[in-house]
């Protein structure tokens, strides 16, 4: 077989067989084949699509070139969620603690922030002492004390995807959806769990500004799941503006303590329940899905899930009394309001622009090296659908640094749009594909 050859053949829109695919991603793996080859055979991957089967085995390769959890000493179901990615998106550390308390296994191999959407790890390590580097033996003694776990994905998780979308990430091909199912479904996989809930966000903010793209890619993602005899299914969600008010590391951990304790913002409190629920109904721990919402509402009800998040955090090192004292956290030394130009509705907040002035402050990174820093971002005042009048806030920008601070606050009010009359208002809940 000669690399050269299955360049060609996937540029001319053929099918590549099982074979071939293992030949390239090894190789690949191994060093064999340059990143000159690799990065040719993604961008004919990127114009001419691929077969589902095509995806499946390219999903395996990447799965089979690292470490495969096994969980299968645990008891129970172990049914993971993952996120596409959105600004403001902390419902991991909602829908974990709610899961975990009705009894399923919940095993959260999680990321950093790249660009301008926030990363659960990030969140996670903006509490004093928290550790997400665990060793394989600590990760599975926390999962089984106390039925989740929050790490960072080791370098032995499928290797082929780290070097893949490194090189994607440098040719300009990383939007492609059969290359984005692909390395998703090979990281998940590869966390030993019997299902998935995956969170396929749509909008401003999101990866997949179109749903038709969304619905492509979690079709894709949910057959490949089910190629591999596993529960899948994906729900569409609303991303064309932020979650919840907060966006920036700590203060997405003063919300999620406060959603925890049942005063959080209506959309996080209602997605974070409807995504727990759908774990709970896939782990087998309720016969209907209207039985687990009801479960799963209960739970954040009763205040079980937030005695549940604060034994994870100690159990992961962390200060639990930063969910109750929020000076515990890191703190931003400075504030900038941000006050409409006019009276009337918010009809739009563009999230991408939120996220990218949050990443100005210093919340995220635009390169994996690039430190973040924990204290500082933005809180929205105001959502899609509220009245504001001239003058009222749309939100505050909290810094450490006033270096960026007036072009984040320029990107901020330009993501803002106010009109004389009230938007329709919108689901978050799109579509289920299962
Ligand atoms: N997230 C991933 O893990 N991989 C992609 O290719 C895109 C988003």
Redesign the pocket.
Known sequence: MRTVDLIRKKRDGDELTTQEIEFLVQNYTRGVIPDYQMAAFLMAVYYSNMSENEVTSLTLAMLNSGQRLDLSDLDGAKVAKHS??GVGDKTSLILGPIAAAAGVVVPKIT?RGLGYTGGTLDKLESIPGFRTNLSIDEFRAVLKQHNLCFAGASSQIAPADKKM?AL?DSTAS?ESIP??AA??MS?KLAEGIDGLVLDVKVGSGA?MKKRTEARKLAQLMVAIGRKMSKRVQAVLTDMDQPLGYAVGNALEIMEVSQTLQNQGPADLTQLSVELAARMIHLANRSQALEAAREQAAQILASGEAFNKFQQVIAAQGGNPEVLNQFELLPNATGAREILSPRAGYVTRINAEDIGLAAGLLGASRDTMERQIDPAVGIILERKVGDRVPAGGRLCTLYHTDETHVDEAAQLVEDAFHISATAPEPRELVLEVIQ
């Open positions: 596409t990615g990321g979308y994607r990383v290359l984005i390395s998703i990281k990866f």
